[in-house]
Structures are given as structure tokens and as C-alpha cells.
């Protein structure tokens, strides 16, 4: 049996957002019958997703916009906050 992938839906509040003198990319999606995810990318190119996810791209919205209102832009560019994920450099 040949399973496809699912699609994944971009949203158009996707994009990227300058504010505070700083630009992220704002990435909200999801899978197919999935609620959205919201993803930020710095411009380091680190990504930062959040846990939960979100019944419409516009709450998604209004989260990454809360974020900004109580912790300002420079939260995204905090490498202090970033788990790094193990790597294998062999």
C-alpha cells in the first residue's frame, strides 16, 4: 500500500515580520485535519516552535503578537532561552 504524505497548508499570515529593528520569519502551518503550528525563525536561522498548537492561524497570530507585547522582539534573537538539539558531527 503506497501511503502519501500528508500536505501541509501554509497560512497567509506567514512572512516576515521587522519590528523593534528586528525580522523574523513567521512561519504558522499545519498538516492536513491538523490544528496550526506557529514557528519563528531568527535571523541566526534558529527556529523556535511553539509546544501548543492552535485551532485557527489567527490565534496562532495573536500568540506570536502576546509573545512581542510582554517579552519585545529581541526574545527571539535570546539564544540563553534555545535548547540546542544533540548532534552527530562525524
Known sequence: MNESEPEIIDSE??????????TVELCIYR???TD?????IN???TSIVWDDLFSSDHDALD???KT???EGM????D???????????N
Open 13 to 22: 499570515l506567514s512572512g516576515h515580520v521587522t519590528k523593534e529593528g528586528i
Open 36 to 40: 496550526w503550528s506557529l514557528e519563528v
Open 63 to 65: 500568540e506570536f503578537n
Open 43 to 45: 535571523s541566526k536561522g
Open 68 to 70: 512581542i507585547a510582554e
Open 31 to 33: 498538516l492536513e485535519n
Open 74 to 77: 529581541a526574545s527571539f534573537e
Open 79 to 89: 539564544d540563553e532561552n534555545i535548547i540546542q538539539f544533540p548532534r552527530n558531527d
